[in-house]
């Protein structure tokens, strides 16, 4: 087991979650299963209508901290609260339905130890569990992964706003003078909008090697889910005209911005068909 020896956690994990008491259990096995023992986990329980208290007493031995809001706040604000009371070295996100490989923390603490101060932050890939049927059983596997090096910065960013904060996102915490915390206005690309901050700000990513992060696509309720494409089309335009001297610098991200506003709008149409059929 590796374990640095700091009066502070070299990690701080936080997991926003929302009624998902089974699904959060699983993903709380897979930090405890780290080859990379330094860390704290930070739960901040977003207006849950069940008890977590209970729920978590199998973990009792861990560095584990449960944050309660009263109401739903949305999870921009809940990552805020978690990254307030964080005080690892570098601050680690997870979803509350999805999983660490056993080297997640190894790995990225390798990949970002040792980095000068532009580097501010990583990611790495991941393999997707895509369920197949509605009751979660089955599922096939995809397995995405990146080159650690690009010609280009442009290329590099091309990259990184193609993924969500669900692909291992790490930053170091004295980023976050820069940076600022989550936009709580924004519903659901509050990661893509901290992307532009940090960037903006001067700081680069590195790509932590392999499928570090397990994500699991099933059909219980998301923020990806088609219920959610409105809110997601509304707030890709304010990032248009939010970051549009970035995009003007970089129009291919602008380009992957339209892509994916066209593309939600296509699978409306394709829910609102069915719906009417």
Known sequence: MYKTKNDFPTFSIIIPTYNRPQMIKR????????????????????????????????????????????????????????LIAAQGRYISFIDDDDEFVETFLESTYQKL?????????????????????????????????????????????????????????????????????????????????????LIIAGFLPAIVPNSQVILHNHHQQRLTNVSMHRVRIKECEWLLLEYRQFLDKYPTIRSQLLWQIKHLKCELEIENKMLYQ
């Not at 096995?29 to 209508?49: L, P, R």
């Not at 990583?122 to 509605?134: A, F, M, P, R």
């Open 113 to 197: 130890d040792s980095t000068s101060e532009q580097i501010g932050f990583s990611w790495t890939g991941v393999k997707y569990l895509n369920y197949c049927d509605i009751l979660d059983k089955d599922f096939e596997i995809k397995i995405r992964e990146f080159s650690d090096s690009y010609p280009t910065k442009q290329k590099l960013f091309e990259q990184l706003f193609s993924i969500g904060i669900g692909f291992g996102f790490t930053f170091k915490s004295k980023c976050i003078k820069h940076s600022g915390l989550f936009n709580n206005n924004l519903k659901v690309v509050e990661d893509t909008d901290i992307f532009f901050r």
């Open 27 to 82: 993903a709380i096995k897979s930090i405890c299963n780290q080859t990379f023992t330094d860390f704290e986990i930070i739960i901040v329980n977003d207006g849950s209508s069940h008890d977590y208290e209970h729920s978590f007493c199998e973990f009792k031995e861990i560095n584990l901290k449960i944050i309660t809001n009263l109401s739903n706040q949305g999870v921009a604000e809940a990552r805020n609260i978690g």
